[in-house]
Nanobody, 117 residues
């Protein structure tokens, strides 16, 4: 089992910044993918950004150039730096971990990000 604990959500004005963090604990497999997904009311959960254990990143087109995903390998933590936030970024943001040997998926509890116009 892997546990994911998120932090850093909140309310910010358009154009502002927030930094999300997610700490993973438990049975961490060294080859994995961690990332962030988001879900706005009435919408499906969508990819925001992912980063592999090798450091390869992937971003949704809507956040490229504004968001940066990074990892602290020693602490099994992933961060999402969100700059130039827009009202359409408002959503619950979920941390995700995938074990790339078993392809087991784990999710955090979600953290609310609200961007006011």
């Amino acid at each position: 089992q892997v546990q994911l604990v998120e932090s850093g959500g909140g309310l910010v004005q358009a154009g502002g910044s927030l930094r999300l963090s997610c700490a993973a604990s438990g049975s961490i497999f060294r080859i994995n993918v961690m990332g962030w997904y988001r879900q706005a009311p009435g919408n499906q959960r969508e990819l925001v950004a992912t980063i592999t254990s090798g450091g390869t990143t992937n971003y949704a087109d809507s956040v490229k150039g504004r968001f940066t995903i990074s990892r602290d390998y020693a602490k099994n933590t992933v961060h999402l730096q969100m700059n130039m936030l827009k009202p359409e970024d408002t959503a619950v943001y979920f941390c995700n971990y995938v074990n790339q040997r078993t392809y087991t998926n784990y999710w955090g509890q979600g953290t609310q990000v609200t961007v006011s116009s």
